[in-house]
């Protein structure tokens, strides 16, 4: 069984404030992989990011980063700098060795104030 | 267009009625998804189609829901007598070629906002 935890239910950040968005994940794979997906108020997902588990190489784009540990099993997600258009439901998957269908977390609200 | 298109957008429908939600998946995407989103919670898989194989029915909570795909195009999901639980939102994706050696990140649809009153 596949199970994904966002522990963080809301978290709520003044603009420009660093935050880091939490992911454990557990899985008997070996081989799997870890999305992030953000999801606006206007509903629809949209994918971020994809890692495989034999690359635990740290990513980052822009403003975005996330951090891969096979060892604790997370995959944190870091925001720099936010901003108010970083508002959102986040939410970070798994696929396992079955190559299809998403195992969700429950989403992390992320609320970023003016 | 070129992202997943799902229709209708809202479907507002009594206690007991059958509804058909559609799913246009991304052309020459061959695997399309189907997951509930209840409110303010996670996504739930429901079911997956990949090609001409026997789709991925693990998902569905009850033989109240049903879902079709012909060929690599247009996927329905019905739901008969709907019950006040079966209110969500009903989400699409669509990805290219699946499986583990590939893992193509699944592009999503707006969704199908579902009332059941």
């Known amino acids: 069984a596949q199970k994904v935890t966002q522990a963080q239910t809301e978290i709520s950040v003044v603009e420009k404030e660093d935050v880091t968005l939490d992911c454990v994940y557990e899985?008997?794979?070996?081989?799997?992989?870890l999305f992030w997906y953000k999801q606006p108020p206007s509903g629809e997902l949209v994918f971020l990011i994809r890692?495989?588990?034999?690359?635990?190489q740290n990513e980052i784009s822009g403003r975005y980063s996330w951090n891969f540990q096979k060892s604790t099993s997370s995959f944190n997600f870091t925001i720099t700098a936010s901003q108010v258009v970083d508002s959102a439901v986040y939410f970070c998957?798994?696929?396992?060795?079955?190559?299809?269908?998403?195992?969700f977390g429950t989403g992390t609200r992320l609320a970023v104030r003016p | 267009g070129a992202g997943v298109s799902q229709s209708p957008s809202n479907k507002v429908t009594e206690k007991g009625k059958d509804v058909e939600l559609r799913c246009d998946p991304i052309?020459?995407?061959?695997?399309l998804y189907w997951y509930r989103q209840r409110l303010g919670q996670g996504l739930e898989f429901l079911i997956y189609?990949?090609?001409?194989?026997?789709?991925?029915k693990s998902g569905l909570p009850s033989d109240r829901f049903s879902a079709e795909r012909t060929g690599e195009s247009v996927s329905t999901l019905t739901i008969q007598r709907t019950q006040q639980e079966d209110s969500a939102v009903y989400l699409c994706?669509?990805?290219?070629?699946?499986?583990?050696?590939?893992?193509?990140?699944?592009?999503f649809g707006d969704g199908t906002r579902l009332s059941i009153l």
């Open positions: 994706a669509s990805s290219g070629l699946s499986g583990i050696r590939s893992a193509q990140p699944q592009h």
């Open positions: 899985t008997r794979d070996t081989t799997y992989y």
């Open positions: 890692r495989n588990s034999f690359d635990e």
């Open positions: 998957a798994l696929i396992g060795s079955s190559g299809d269908k998403l195992t």
């Open positions: 052309s020459g995407h061959t695997a």
């Open positions: 189609f990949q090609g001409n194989s026997a789709p991925d």
